[in-house]
C-alpha cells in the first residue's frame, strides 16, 4: 500500500467527505515517535493528515451483536495460539508468551461498510487491538497471517498514547498515527482500569474513530482493503489480558437512491411472536424471577407498552392459536382442547350426554381443525398486499387445514403436532426439515429463528406478515448442555422456580427474540415494523422436569390447564415505533381474540362485510386512554387431572373481580361459584361467592349473554353422577407428570472433526493415507460434506469424483444453499460401480441460490470407498474447488 498522493486526497475529500479539516503540526511531545517511524512505507506526512472533528456516531440503533456473551460462537482464532474463552459474558483475551500475535476473526469476511463499537479493559497490560476490513492469507510453516487495516488499541506500558490510530498490520506499519498537536485529547481519552469504548466508521475509503466519544483517526484508504473479517487482537509478548463486551456492528448499506427501501405510503410490517406455555412469572418484565434470564424481552418491552393484565384465550394452546387467528372466542370457534394433531376431523363440536359416574358434568367434543370457513389474520394480510410467512408451531391441524391454507405463503418446519418433533437440539425427527449437520448440536429456536431471519431479509422492501409461534417452552424438557449445567449451579432449592432445564429453555427463547430484533435493526426496518408478543396460556406447572415442575406462576395460582391465574394470564408486549409510548405500561385487561381487530385499526384496514369479532380493538390502551369493555370471558369445558384443576367451567374477569362458574357443580345440577377479589388476593385464595351473592349473580349474567352470543356447545348435566363417587376435598389436588427427561446412561456424544476439511456424517469415518481419502461405512447412510471457503453465485455446477467401492448402492450429491439445509430437493443421484476399481463421476447440480457447501453420499451400504480426487466447477467448466488428497496431517 502506498501513501496517497495529494492530489487523490483532494479527490477524495471532495467526494467522500462532507466536512474535512487539514492538519498539520507535529506535537514536540511526540518528537521521538515521529522519527521511530516516520520512515515506515505508509507513514503519512503530518501536513497531510486530516483531522476527525465529527461526533460519535449514535450507537443506540440498528446494531447486531457479534457477541452473544457465552461462548465463541461466529468467531475463529487466527495467527498464533493466544488464548480466549468467554467468562461472565466477557470475552478475555490472554497472551501465551512465545505464541505471534492472535486474532480472534469473525467468521464472516465481507464486512464494508459499518460502524463498530466495542468496550475494552486490560487486567494485565498489553497490546491490542481491533482489525478491520482484515484479511489472511498463509505464513510460514503453516501458520496463517493476519493483514490489514487495525484500530490501535494500547496498553499503559508506554507514553505513546496511539489507541485509537489506525496500524497497518502486516502490510507496512502505521497508515494513522495519532503524532499531531490536534490528537492530544484523543491520546488521553484511553484509561486505566475502566471499560474503554472504541468506536469505528467505515464508508467507501474514508475510515474514522473515536475513543470513548472523543474523535481519533480520519484515514483515507487507497482502497486496497474494501472488505474483510473483524478481528479482536491479543499481541505477542511475556504477559497480558485484555477483555471485550459489548461488541456490536451497524452495517450501512449503499442502495441506489432509484430503489428506495420502502415508500412512505407502506404500511407497517407486523412481526407476531407467540410463545408457548410462557407463564406470567417466565420473564423478567415483572420482578417475579429469580433464575431466568430474558434480556432481549426487557429490550422489546423497552421499545413499545407492555401488558400486566393479558390473559390467553384458553389455559391450553390450540383453543388460543385459533382465537388469536379468529379473533373468536374458543366458545365460538369450537376448538376447546388441543386435539387437533390427532387423527379425527371433527369440524363442529358435539354435546356428550353421558359421562363417568365420579364426573357431576359431562365435557363437549372439541373441534380438531381450524375450519377455513374462517377469514383468518393471515388472510388478510395477504388479501392486502403482505408476504406472509409461518414459522414454528401450528397445532390446528395437517392439510388441508395446514398454515398454507390459512392465508401463509410460507410455512416451516409444516409440522402438525404438539410440540418439537423429537427434541430441542439435534438430530430432530421433523420431516422433510433437518438439522444442518454442520452444527451437530443446533437448537430448533436458534434455526427457526435463523429461518425467519431469511424470510425477512427476504421481504424488507415490501409489507410482510411474519407470524412467529415459538415452540419453546413447551415440552419435551430439553436443551443446550452447557446451559443447562450453568443454571444447575444457580438454583436455589427453596425458590418455586429451581429447574434448570426449563431456566435454559427460557433462554435459548429469548435468545431467539433477539435475533429477530437485531435483524430488524439490521435491516433498518425496525421503525416500521409492529411488534406483537403474547403467550398462548399460562406457566406448566403439571409436568416433572429435573425432579421439581418444570416452572411457578407464583404469585398466581396454579398453571397450564387450569382456570385460575397462572393458567391463563401471561406476558405481553405491543411495539409500534412513533404511536406506542416506548418503555410504557398498562393495567388494562386484553385477551388474545383482542389482536386481529387491533391490528385492523391499527393498519387503517376495514374488517370484510359481515365479519365479527368477540374481541376489542386495545387502540385506546396503546395511545395511553381507558380501554371500554365490559368484560373478558374464559371457556374451558374439560378438566385434565393436573394441579389446581378445576371441573369444566367458564370464567368473567370485570376490573379487579373475577367469577368462575363451574357448571353443574353445585345442589341438584345447579352451577357452582368461585368469586375472587384480584386487587387484594392475586393468589385466588379466598372464594367470596357467598359474601357477595349479588355480585355473583351479575357477573354470571354476563356469562350467561356470552355463551348465548357464541352458541357455545356447554357441558350438560351428568345422568350417570353418583355424588358417593366424588370427593369434593380432592378437587383441584394432581399429581405431576413424569417427562422422561432424566438423563439417560448413553455414551456421550462424540463430536467429529473434519479430515481433509469433510465433515464425517451418518454411519462412517475418514482417513487419509497414500494419496486418498477413504471412507469406511458401517451402514446404510454414509456422508461427508464440506464447506465452501467461499459462497459462490447460484449457476449451474459439475461435480467430479473418482473413485473406487466395495460398498452397494447409488450415490447422491447435495448442495447446500445459504440458510438452507441439506435436502433431497437439493440434490443429484447417480449410479455407483461398486467393483473395486476406480472409476470417474460426473453429476451436474442446479442450484436456485448462492451456494456454500456441498456433501457427497458415495453408497447407501457397508462397505470401503476410496476417493482420490473430486472437484466443483461451474457452468463454464472453470474450478470452483479441487480436493485432492496428498498430505494426510492437513
Known amino acids: 500500500m502506498n501513501r496517497i498522493p495529494l492530489s487523490l486526497l483532494a479527490l477524495a475529500i471532495c467526494v467522500c467527505a462532507s466536512h474535512v479539516i487539514v492538519a498539520g503540526e507535529l506535537d514536540p511531545q511526540q518528537d521521538a515517535w515521529h522519527a521511530k517511524y516516520k520512515g515506515q512505507a505508509n507513514a503519512p506526512l503530518p501536513e497531510e493528515m486530516l483531522l476527525n472533528t465529527d461526533p460519535e456516531p449514535d450507537l443506540s440503533k440498528g446494531f447486531t451483536s457479534l457477541f452473544n456473551g457465552k461462548d465463541l460462537s461466529g468467531w475463529t482464532p487466527k495467527g498464533g495460539t493466544c488464548k480466549f474463552t468467554v467468562k461472565d459474558g466477557i470475552l478475555v483475551g490472554q497472551v501465551v508468551p512465545g505464541s505471534n500475535s ?149 452495517e450501512l448499506a449503499n442502495k441506489p437512491a ?50 400486566t393484565r393479558a390473559y390467553s384465550s384458553s389455559p391450553l394452546c390450540s383453543p388460543t392459536r385459533a382465537s388469536v387467528l379468529t379473533g373468536l372466542s374458543p366458545a365460538r370457534h369450537g376448538i376447546t382442547s388441543p386435539t387437533c394433531h390427532l387423527p379425527k376431523v371433527v369440524l363442529e363440536p358435539q354435546e356428550t350426554a353421558k359421562g363417568p359416574p365420579n364426573k357431576f358434568s359431562t365435557a363437549p367434543k372439541s373441534v380438531s381443525r381450524l375450519d377455513p370457513k374462517y377469514y383468518t389474520l393471515a388472510e388478510m394480510f395477504r388479501d392486502n398486499g403482505y408476504a406472509t410467512g409461518h414459522f414454528g408451531k401450528w397445532h390446528l391441524g395437517s392439510e388441508p387445514y395446514s398454515p398454507l391454507e390459512h392465508g401463509f405463503d410460507v410455512d416451516l418446519p409444516h409440522h402438525p403436532g404438539p410440540g418439537p418433533a423429537g427434541s430441542y437440539v439435534a438430530p430432530w425427527k421433523f420431516k422433510d426439515f433437518d438439522h444442518d449437520p454442520m452444527i451437530p448440536d443446533e437448537h430448533l429456536e436458534d434455526r427457526m429463528a435463523k429461518e425467519a431471519v431469511r424470510f425477512l431479509e427476504q421481504h424488507a422492501d415490501e409489507p410482510f406478515f411474519l407470524n412467529y409461534w415459538m415452540f419453546s417452552v413447551h415440552a419435551p424438557f430439553d436443551a443446550k448442555k452447557e446451559l443447562i449445567e450453568e443454571y444447575r449451579d444457580r438454583v436455589d432449592p427453596n425458590d418455586p422456580q429451581r429447574c434448570p432445564t426449563y431456566a435454559a429453555m427460557i433462554e435459548s427463547m429469548d435468545d431467539a427474540i433477539g435475533t429477530l430484533l437485531d435483524t430488524l435493526d439490521r435491516l433498518e426496518i425496525a421503525d416500521e415494523t409492529i411488534i406483537v408478543f403474547a403467550s398462548d396460556n399460562g406457566g406448566n406447572m403439571y409436568n416433572e422436569v429435573d425432579g421439581t415442575t418444570a416452572t411457578s406462576n407464583a404469585p398466581l395460582r396454579g398453571g397450564k390447564a387450569t382456570m385460575y391465574e397462572g393458567g391463563v394470564r401471561g406476558p405481553a408486549i405491543v411495539v409500534q415505533p412513533g404511536v406506542v409510548e416506548a418503555g410504557s405500561r398498562s393495567d388494562a ?161 462424540v463430536h467429529r472433526k473434519p479430515v481433509a476439511g469433510w465433515l464425517p456424517g451418518g454411519t462412517c469415518d475418514l482417513s487419509v493415507s497414500n494419496n486418498v481419502l477413504r471412507v469406511e461405512s458401517t451402514g446404510g447412510d454414509p456422508h461427508l460434506s464440506f464447506s465452501l471457503p467461499e459462497v459462490v453465485k447460484a449457476s449451474p455446477m459439475t461435480f467430479t469424483v473418482e473413485m473406487q467401492s466395495n460398498s452397494s448402492g447409488s450415490g447422491q450429491i447435495f448442495w447446500k444453499e445459504i440458510g438452507l ?48 480426487q473430486m472437484r466443483l466447477l461451474n457452468g463454464d467448466g472453470d474450478t470452483i474447488q479441487e480436493w485432492t488428497f496428498t498430505d494426510a496431517s492437513r
Open 102 to 250: 492472535t486474532y480472534l476473526s469473525t467468521e464472516r469476511n465481507d464486512f464494508d461498510d459499518f460502524i463498530f463499537t466495542c468496550d475494552m479493559k486490560w487486567e494485565e497490560s498489553c497490546n491490542s487491538g481491533v482489525m478491520f476490513r482484515a484479511q489472511s492469507k498463509p505464513g510460514k510453516n503453516g501458520t496463517e497471517t493476519v493483514f490489514g487495516p487495525q484500530a490501535e488499541m494500547e496498553g499503559f506500558s508506554q507514553d505513546r498514547h496511539w489507541s485509537g490510530g489506525i496500524y497497518g498490520q502486516s502490510c507496512g506499519g502505521y497508515f494513522y498515527p495519532l503524532w499531531l498537536k490536534e490528537h492530544k485529547k484523543a491520546r488521553a481519552a484511553t484509561k486505566e482500569d475502566i471499560w474503554n469504548r472504541v468506536t469505528i466508521s467505515a464508508q467507501g475509503n474514508v475510515v474514522k474513530t473515536w475513543i470513548n466519544g472523543v474523535p481519533a483517526a480520519h484515514w483515507i484508504d487507497d482502497g486496497s482493503y474494501p472488505k474483510g473479517f473483524f478481528g479482536l487482537q491479543v499481541h505477542k509478548g511475556a504477559k497480558g489480558t485484555v477483555l471485550w463486551k459489548n461488541i456490536r456492528v451497524k
Open 589 to 749: 385487561i386484553i385477551q388474545s381474540i383482542d389482536f386481529y381487530p387491533t391490528l385492523l385499526e391499527m393498519l387503517s384496514i376495514d374488517a370484510q362485510p359481515n365479519q365479527m369479532f368477540d374481541g376489542v380493538s386495545i387502540v385506546p390502551a396503546l395511545q395511553g386512554k381507558p380501554l371500554q369493555r365490559e368484560a373478558i370471558f374464559t371457556y374451558f369445558p374439560h378438566d385434565p387431572p393436573v394441579p389446581n384443576w378445576i371441573p369444566p367451567s367458564v370464567s368473567v374477569h370485570q376490573g379487579d373481580w373475577k367469577l368462575i362458574r363451574i357448571f353443574h357443580g353445585g345442589q341438584n345440577g345447579s352451577h357452582r361459584y368461585k368469586l375472587f377479589d384480584l386487587k387484594n388476593d392475586l393468589g385466588e385464595r379466598t372464594n367470596l361467592a357467598a359474601k357477595h351473592p349479588e355480585l355473583v349473580q351479575q357477573l354470571d349474567k354476563l356469562i350467561e349473554q356470552h355463551l348465548v352470543e357464541t352458541n357455545a356447545v356447554r357441558p350438560l348435566v351428568n345422568p350417570r353422577f353418583d355424588p358417593a363417587r366424588y370427593n369434593l376435598s380432592a378437587e383441584g389436588k394432581g399429581v405431576l407428570k413424569r417427562t422422561g427427561n432424566t438423563p439417560k446412561k448413553t455414551k456421550p456424544r
Open 821 to 868: 439445509p441439506y435436502n433431497a430437493v437439493r440434490s443429484q443421484v447417480f449410479d455407483v460401480t461398486h467393483d473395486g476399481n476406480v472409476h470417474t463421476y460426473s453429476i451436474q447440480l442446479s442450484p436456485k441460490g448462492p451456494v456454500q457447501g456441498v456433501r457427497i453420499d458415495p453408497s447407501n451400504s457397508p462397505g470401503q470407498i476410496e476417493i482420490r
Open 258 to 307: 432509484a430503489s428506495p427501501k420502502a415508500s412512505a405510503s407502506k404500511r407497517p410490517n407486523v412481526l407476531f411472536i407467540l410463545a408457548d406455555d410462557l407463564g406470567w412469572s417466565d420473564t423478567t418484565l415483572f420482578g417475579t424471577t429469580k433464575l431466568y434470564q430474558t434480556p432481549n424481552i426487557e429490550r422489546l418491552a423497552k421499545r413499545g407498552m407492555t401488558f
